[in-house]
C-alpha cells in the first residue's frame, strides 16, 4: 500500500512546488518588480477596458432576456411599471439631497456584482452562468492573488521603513524613504487592482504645504500616496495599525496624535503648523470632511486644517462606480468586511485631479475658505457641492449648534404661548 | 443646522402626526424643511403650481397624476399633515413592527401603497381601472414612441390578462392580485433620512 502511495506523494509535492515558484515568479515580474520601479506593463489597463466590454455584453444580455421572457420583442408593459415613475416623482417631491448622498449609488447598469443589484432573481441561464464564473474569478483568483499581494505590500513596508529608520537624518536618508514609500503603496495599488489616472500633475502638492483631497473611503490615502510622497496624519491605533505607524514615522516623520491629544484642536494645530514651517518635511495629507462620503458630494469641510495659513493644494478624487463601489458606509461595514468587499470587486477604477494651489486671501476667515477649496473640489471632480454637515451620518451634534438651539427653544417658549392663546 | 426641537413645537399635532405615519423626529423635520422650501410664498399649503415646480416632476410622464394625488377631491391646498400623511405610504415597509391586533393598518402597508398605485390609473375614482383609463396612462408613459395600435394592444392584453371577472375593467383586487410577485416595498419606497 505504502509503496503505491510514495511515488504519487512526492509527485504531488513537486507538482505543488513548481506551481508555487512559478505562480511566485510570475507575481514577481509582472507586478512587484514594476511596482518598485513605478512602471507599468499596462495590464491593468487592458483588464479594464476587458471588463468594460463584459458589462456592456451582460446588459445587453440582461435587457434581451427581461424582453424575451415577456414573450414579445415590442415594447412590454407590466402593471408595475407605472412604480418607477411614481417612486422618482415622489423622491422628487422630497428630493432630501442628503438621503442621497449617504447611500451608495444604485447604479442603472448591472455590473455582475450581486450587491448593487437590490433585485437579483433569475433572469437567464446565461446570465447567471456568467455571474457565477465571475464569483469564481473574482472569489477563487483575484481574492487569493490580491491578499498575498496586500500583505508582501504591508510586510515589504514595515520591513523596509524600519532599515531605513536606521539611517542618519540627511538626504540619503529621505531619498530612501520617498523610495520605499512609493514603492509599498504601489504594490498595495495592485492588490487592488486600483487603475488610476492621475490628472494635472504640474500641481502637485510642494513642501511645506497641506494637501486636501475629499474622503470616500481608506483607500484614498493609498491612492494619493502612491503617486507622491506626504506625511500622514492620524490617530494612534493599536495592532496592525500600530505596528505600521511606527515603522513608518521611523523612515520619515508623519504626525501620529494619541487619542487624548485630539480633542485638542490646539495642539493638533500646534504640530500641524510646526511641520508644515519646516520646509525639508514633506506635503501634510489630510481630508477635512472628517468621515466617508458615497462619493458623490463633497460635504462641509472642518475648518481646523484651514486656519493654520499656509499654501492648501485641493484634490479631488472621483471613483468610477461601474467597477466596484469603493464607498465604505462605517456605520454598516467594520474595515475586514470593506476590505474584503473591495478586494472581491473586479477592479477599483478613479481619477485624481491635482488642482492649483490656493491661500486664504485678505478677509476671509477660516470656513470661507474652506467652503472656497470645497467648491473647487467639487467642480473639477464633478461632485455636488453640498452644505450638510458628514457627521450627519452618525447623529452628532455639536455643541456650537446644540447651544444655537437652546437659544432658539428659549425664544420659541416665549413665542409659542403667544399662538396658544390665538388658536 | 436645523432648529429641532423649535421646528417641532411649531407644527401643530406634530406628536399624532409621527404615530400616524410612523416618521421620526429627524424625518418630520426634514419633510417640514422641504415643505417650506416648496411653499415659495409662505402661505402654509401646497398649491399645484408649487409642485408643477418641481423641475424632475414636471418631466415625470405621470407627474400630473402624482401632484393630483395629494389634492382630495374638491380640495385645492395641501397642509403640511396631508402632506406628510401622502408620503408615509413611501416609507419603507417596517419589518420589525408587530402586529398589534386592534391598531389601524400602517400607511406604508402593502395593501396602502398598492390603493396609492391604483388611484394613479383610476382617475375617475370609481374603484376599476377601465380600458381608456388604462390607454391614457400608457399614452403618459410611452409617449410617441409607439403607435396607437401598438398601445391598443398592449392595453387588450394588460386587460386581458389581469381582467378576471371578464368585466373589461380592472379592480383594485385584480390589480393586486396582478402585482402579487412584484416586490412593492423595493418599488414602492424611498429612503428617506435615518
Redesign the interface.
Not at chain 1, 74 to 77: G, K, L, S, T
Not at chain 1, 86 to 95: N, W
Given at each position: 500500500m505504502e509503496s503505491y502511495l510514495f511515488p504519487f506523494d512526492s509527485l504531488i509535492c513537486m507538482l505543488l512546488g513548481i506551481s508555487f515558484t512559478v505562480w511566485f515568479t510570475l507575481l514577481l515580474v509582472f507586478i512587484i518588480v514594476p511596482a518598485i520601479f513605478g512602471v507599468s506593463f499596462g495590464i491593468r489597463r487592458l483588464y479594464m477596458k476587458s471588463l468594460i466590454k463584459l458589462f456592456e455584453v451582460s446588459e445587453l444580455m440582461l435587457s434581451v432576456s427581461v424582453i424575451l421572457q415577456r414573450g414579445s420583442a415590442?415594447?412590454?408593459?407590466d402593471?408595475?411599471?407605472?412604480?418607477?415613475?411614481?417612486?422618482?416623482?415622489?423622491?422628487?417631491?422630497?428630493?432630501?439631497e442628503?438621503?442621497?448622498r449617504?447611500?451608495a449609488e444604485e447604479l442603472e447598469s448591472w455590473n455582475l456584482l450581486t450587491r448593487s443589484n437590490?433585485?437579483f432573481h433569475h433572469i437567464s441561464t446565461r446570465l447567471t452562468a456568467l455571474w457565477g464564473m465571475g464569483v469564481l474569478i473574482r472569489y477563487g483568483f483575484l481574492l487569493p492573488l490580491r491578499v498575498t499581494l496586500a500583505f508582501t505590500g504591508v510586510g515589504l513596508l514595515v520591513v523596509l521603513t524600519s532599515i531605513v529608520g536606521l539611517f542618519p537624518n540627511g538626504r540619503m536618508k529621505n531619498y530612501l524613504s520617498d523610495k520605499v514609500h512609493l514603492m509599498c503603496y504601489r504594490i498595495c495599488i495592485r492588490a487592488l487592482t486600483a487603475i488610476i489616472t492621475y490628472h494635472d500633475s504640474e500641481n502637485k502638492p510642494k513642501n511645506g504645504g497641506i494637501c486636501v483631497a475629499n474622503h470616500t473611503s481608506p483607500i484614498d490615502v493609498i491612492i494619493l500616496a502612491s503617486d507622491g510622497c506626504y506625511a500622514m496624519v492620524g490617530q494612534v491605533h493599536g495592532g496592525l495599525m500600530g505596528v505600521i505607524q511606527r515603522a513608518m514615522v521611523k523612515a520619515c516623520p508623519h504626525i501620529w496624535f494619541e487619542r487624548s491629544e485630539v480633542k485638542d484642536r490646539h495642539l493638533v494645530a500646534k504640530r500641524l503648523s510646526d511641520h508644515v514651517a519646516d520646509e525639508s518635511k514633506l506635503p501634510i495629507l489630510i481630508f477635512p470632511e472628517g468621515t466617508c462620503i458615497n462619493n458623490t458630494s463633497v460635504m462641509m469641510f472642518k475648518k481646523g486644517s484651514f486656519e493654520i495659513g499656509c499654501t492648501v493644494y485641493p484634490v479631488a478624487i472621483k471613483y468610477d462606480p461601474r467597477f466596484g463601489d469603493a464607498f465604505w458606509n462605517s456605520s454598516k461595514f467594520g474595515m475586514v468586511n470593506y476590505l474584503l468587499h473591495m478586494m472581491s470587486s473586479w477592479a477599483i477604477v478613479c481619477s485624481v485631479w491635482y488642482l492649483p494651489p490656493m491661500s486664504r486671501m485678505e478677509g476671509e476667515d477660516a470656513v470661507q475658505f474652506a467652503n472656497r477649496v470645497k467648491a473647487a473640489i467639487a467642480r473639477k471632480g464633478g461632485l455636488a457641492d453640498l452644505l450638510?454637515?458628514g457627521g450627519?451620518k452618525r447623529?452628532k451634534v455639536k455643541e456650537v449648534?446644540k447651544e444655537?438651539?437652546q437659544k432658539?427653544?428659549s425664544?420659541?417658549l416665549v413665542g409659542?404661548s403667544e399662538d396658544r392663546s390665538r388658536? | 443646522m436645523g432648529s429641532t426641537s423649535s421646528t417641532l413645537l411649531k407644527i401643530p399635532n406634530v406628536e399624532v402626526l409621527m404615530q400616524e405615519t410612523g416618521f421620526s423626529p429627524a424625518h418630520i423635520i426634514r419633510l417640514h424643511d422641504r415643505f417650506k422650501a416648496l411653499d415659495k410664498e409662505g402661505r402654509g399649503h401646497l398649491c399645484p403650481q408649487d409642485f408643477g415646480a418641481i423641475k424632475e416632476l414636471a418631466m415625470n410622464p405621470i407627474g400630473d397624476r402624482i401632484i393630483g394625488a395629494f389634492f382630495s377631491p374638491g380640495k385645492e391646498t395641501v397642509d403640511f399633515h396631508t402632506f406628510v400623511k401622502i408620503l408615509a405610504h413611501f416609507r419603507p415597509v417596517d419589518k420589525d413592527r408587530p402586529k398589534e391586533p386592534n391598531s389601524p393598518e400602517p400607511i406604508n402597508s402593502r395593501s396602502n401603497k398598492l390603493k396609492f398605485a391604483f388611484q394613479l390609473y383610476d382617475q375617475d375614482k370609481d374603484g376599476k381601472i377601465s380600458r381608456d383609463e388604462l390607454l391614457k396612462v400608457l399614452r403618459s408613459m410611452l409617449g410617441m414612441q409607439v403607435t396607437e395600435e401598438q398601445l391598443e394592444s398592449i392595453a387588450d392584453r394588460t386587460i386581458q390578462e389581469a381582467d378576471l371577472d371578464r368585466d373589461e375593467a380592472i379592480s383594485f383586487e385584480e390589480f393586486r392580485k396582478s402585482l402579487e410577485k412584484v416586490n412593492i416595498d423595493h418599488k414602492m419606497s424611498i429612503r428617506f433620512l435615518r
Open positions: 415590442e415594447p412590454e408593459f402593471m408595475s411599471d407605472i412604480f418607477y415613475f411614481c417612486r422618482r416623482g415622489v423622491e422628487s417631491i422630497v428630493d432630501d442628503v438621503t442621497k449617504f447611500t437590490y433585485n450638510w454637515d450627519l447623529g449648534f444655537e438651539q432658539l427653544y425664544k420659541v409659542s388658536s | -
